[in-house]
T-cell receptor, first 113, second 116 residues
Framework: DAKTTQPPSMDCAEGRAANLPCNHS???????VYWYRQIHSQGPQYIIH???NNETNEMASLIITEDRKSSTLILPHATLRDTAVYYC??????????????FGAGTQVVVTP | NAGVMQNPRHLVRRRGQEARLRCSPV?????VYWYRQLPEEGLKFMVY????????ESGMPKERFSAEFPKEGPSILRIQQVVRGDSAAYFC??????????????FGDGTRLSIL
């Protein structure tokens, strides 16, 4: 699976949009981009994933560049409860032997009042 | 993290004892994954199981650790003769079966294992 690069930390003001970048320049055509977050002492929480097209759900939006070498997770209106470590992971999907998620260090996001 | 149930949430063992961690996947999910998070470190994959089969155990320590996912009942991660270095948070995740390959893994809230 392709590696990802994320900034180690970022701050965001409450109520503003948080834009979290991720580089995955070696991504291959059949690999998805997944985003998870881990709020202190809890299990990782799935946020969103995509292949080529931009995606949106009730939690966030995912913008994938046309060449698929980078993506941005957007939290439209950050709240204090969004303070967490955010992980960008590239994976071929969970069939047969492609099971493992490779977590990097992620981005520590701190939302401030 | 609704759906994946792990128990116990906290487990204390003395060195040399056995630890058994249980994971009930989301209803209908046939794939289970175990991850370990050592203090101040990232999540590391341990093992991937389907019903009654181990698919990938490349992240499992070679000794003392074993995992199973029987036809009936929860998945079990078993650690024999625990040592202080086994103290960590152990997370279980599940996903649907083959044919839904892009569906995400959903995680439980983990078992915090402390070795005295």
């Amino acid at each position: 699976d392709a590696k990802t690069t994320q900034p180690p930390s970022m701050d965001c003001a409450e109520g503003r949009a948080a834009n979290l970048p991720c580089n995955h320049s070696t991504i291959s055509g059949n690999e998805y981009v997944y985003w998870y977050r881990q709020i202190h002492s809890q299990g990782p929480q799935y946020i969103i994933h995509g292949l080529k097209n931009n995606e949106t759900n009730e939690m966030a939006s995912l913008i994938i560049t046309e060449d698929r070498k980078s993506s941005t997770l957007i939290l439209p209106h950050a709240t204090l409860r969004d303070t967490a470590v955010y992980y960008c992971i590239v994976n071929r999907g969970f069939t047969d032997s492609w099971g493992k998620l490779q977590f990097g260090a992620g981005t520590q996001v701190v939302v401030t009042p | 993290n609704a759906g994946v149930m792990q128990n116990p949430r906290h487990l204390v063992r003395r060195r040399g004892q056995e630890a058994r961690l249980r994971c009930s996947p989301v209803k209908g999910h046939s794939h289970v994954y175990w991850y370990r998070q050592l203090p101040e470190e990232g999540l590391k994959f341990m093992v991937y199981l389907q019903k009654e089969n181990i698919i990938d155990e490349s992240g499992m320590p070679k000794e003392r650790f074993s995992a199973e996912f029987p036809k009936e009942g929860p998945s079990i991660l078993r650690i024999q003769q625990v040592v202080r270095g086994d103290s960590a948070a152990y997370f279980c995740a599940s996903s649907p079966g083959t044919g839904l390959g892009n569906q995400p893994q959903h995680f439980g809230d983990g078992t915090r294992l402390s070795i005295l």
